[in-house]
């Protein structure tokens, strides 16, 4: 079986490009037109092992690193999904059409990749497991349960509200570290203030090229790096172990987790998906290594028959509130209310921790760029004085 890129013009007139499987390009030109395809361009994909393992390389180790999708594209992707399932289409003009509105290069491919496997008859969520820049565990089992089901539809709207509060979360954190970054480059800037006025813009700029370049590019490499090192499960473990045990900072992100995981756990139950299955999914979403853990142990007693409050009970890092509103819902049989209740409690407290942290972090790098222009101030005219001295002197 051999793989083609072609370009075709549906028979709605609209021009589209996707992937084909078959013997031999006559055979796959054949099968396009017998769908209604005008075929454009067809050609045959690179196949060779080299390519493959460079492919694969880039779909699970460089898109996680340097370009993950972000949560306005899953949100716009699922959106778009949902409306074309309202609207009829089937999985492989879906996924064309997909590949053609988003942006995202691992998303566009992945869309390509779906619409190639509905051709084969394999399921969507087969190749959602090949792209981890793209879907979390959640929306994989998600998707999985509504194939099983036949509510793709309506899978596709409950993620799409997921990613849309995940993208307004994001939205707060930028808003809320958005004046210490205005403070960070004042402190770049305003100790040179002196530059400008003695020698120039040139030099201004020279100088604030010299220091902040470096800056740029080292916290850059640290982000970077600290993506990379992620990948690696000694050195993820590791950090969240580190954050977790931090004092203030380990309670925000005991909070955060709890917030991520809760709405995931939620969705998950109410779409149809075993809660043993559900709580493997939502432990991937709660953005730690410890807390997933736990929540990993969770779900095998539930799996021996455990009660769901009584594994909760023994998480160490789940709020004592939380497991109090689990036990109490499990015995009305409203778990999922329970859960979407404690995530929307905890985000609101992450809110708050967030702006607090923010506003530390902003008085900080005030009270340091004080220090700073303080010092140069005070040498400017210790220097001065200096000066006058000397030639009073020589007088």
């Known amino acids: 079986m051999r793989t083609y890129l072609y370009e075709a013009k549906s028979s709605r007139g609209v021009r589209e490009e996707g992937i084909a499987h078959g013997e031999d390009l006559a055979t796959v030109q054949r099968e396009l037109q017998a769908k209604g395809y005008f075929v454009v361009r067809i050609r045959e994909t690179a196949a060779t092992p080299l390519a493959r393992h460079a492919e694969r390389f880039d779909r699970e180790v460089m898109a996680p690193i340097f370009y993950p999708a972000s949560a306005k594209s899953l949100s716009i992707f699922f959106s778009s999904m949902r409306v074309m399932f309202s609207a009829g289409f089937?999985?492989?003009?879906?996924?064309?059409?997909?590949?053609?509105q988003t942006m995202h290069p691992m998303l566009r491919r992945a869309a390509l990749d779906m619409a190639a496997a509905a051709q084969e008859g394999r399921p969507m969520s087969s190749i959602m497991r090949r792209y981890p820049a793209v879907f979390d565990q959640a929306a994989i089992a998600m998707i999985e349960a509504a194939e099983h089901s036949g509510m793709l539809e309506r899978t596709a709207?409950?993620?799409?509200?997921?990613?849309?509060?995940?993208f307004q979360l994001h939205q707060m954190y930028?808003?809320?570290?958005?004046?210490?970054?205005?403070?960070l480059v004042c402190l770049l800037t305003i100790p040179h203030a002196v530059t400008l006025v003695m020698g120039g813009i040139g030099a201004f700029l020279t100088i604030v090229a010299a220091t902040g370049v470096p800056l740029l590019l080292g916290i850059g490499a640290a982000w970077y790096g600290y993506r990379a090192a992620r990948r690696v499960k000694d050195l993820r473990e590791f950090f969240d172990l580190v954050k977790l045990s931090l004092p203030w900072f380990g309670s925000l992100v005991r909070r955060t987790a709890t917030a991520r995981w809760g709405r995931s756990l939620a969705m998950l139950i109410r779409a149809g998906v075993p809660v043993h299955q559900a709580l493997l999914a939502a432990a991937a979403t709660s953005g730690n290594s410890e807390v997933e853990r736990s929540l990993v142990r969770a779900a095998a007693g539930v799996q021996k028959g455990e009660q769901l409050s009584d594994v909760f009970a023994r998480i160490p890092y789940l709020p004592r509130m939380a497991k109090d509103m689990i036990a109490t819902a499990e015995k009305a049989g409203s778990v999922e209310d329970a859960l979407e209740k404690i995530a929307m409690y905890y985000e609101s407290e992450t809110e708050v921790g967030g702006k607090q942290t923010a506003l530390v972090i902003g008085v900080l790098l005030f009270l340091v760029m004080a220090i700073i222009i303080g010092f140069i101030v005070i040498r400017f005219w210790a220097g001065y004085f200096a000066g006058v001295t000397h030639a009073l002197g020589q007088t």
């Open 157 to 166: 709207e409950q993620l799409t509200g997921y990613y849309d509060r995940m």
């Open 90 to 100: 089937n999985i492989v003009d879906m996924g064309h059409t997909l590949a053609q």
């Open 174 to 183: 930028r808003s809320q570290t958005f004046y210490p970054k205005i403070l």
